[in-house]
Nanobody, 123 residues
Framework: VQLQASGGGLVQAGGSLRLSCTAS????????MGWFRQAPGKEREFVAAISWIGGSTYYAESAKGRFTISRDIAKLTMYLEMNMLKPEDTAVYYC?????????????????WGQGTQVTVSS
């Protein structure tokens, strides 16, 4: 399966962005879908994840209350609505799919990755 991420951009602190990630086929039907981000010089970190079938959601502490993950099964698309953005949210954001049965926050347990989309938050 291929994942295509989009929606990044430049926004001022306090602003909002919505990222999208579209899968190429229904292979992700039993997957956990997740968003990760990587800032320059830092490791890739978990942001949020969603169970593709059940819709259960999971968030990093830094994302709780500001970010919302969702999916549209018919469109094979996952979203990350990001509000109240902060300069420290600046990073390349990646979407990924894991074939594990349960949610995981470990990047190495995700099997498929999108190409990444840049999010820059100015102060």
């Amino acid at each position: 399966v291929q994942l295509q991420a989009s929606g990044g951009g430049l926004v001022q602190a306090g602003g909002s962005l919505r990222l999208s990630c579209t899968a190429s086929d229904h292979t992700i039907g039993s997957s956990i879908m997740g968003w990760f981000r990587q800032a320059p010089g830092k490791e890739r970190e978990f942001v949020a994840a969603i169970s593709w079938i059940g819709g259960s959601t999971y968030y990093a502490e830094s994302a709780k209350g500001r970010f919302t993950i969702s999916r549209d099964i018919a469109k094979l698309t996952m979203y990350l609505e990001m509000n109240m953005l902060k300069p420290e949210d600046t990073a390349v954001y990646y979407c990924a799919a894991s074939l594990l049965l349960g949610v995981t926050k470990r990047p190495n347990e995700y099997d498929y990755w999108g190409q990444g989309t840049q999010v820059t938050v100015s102060s």
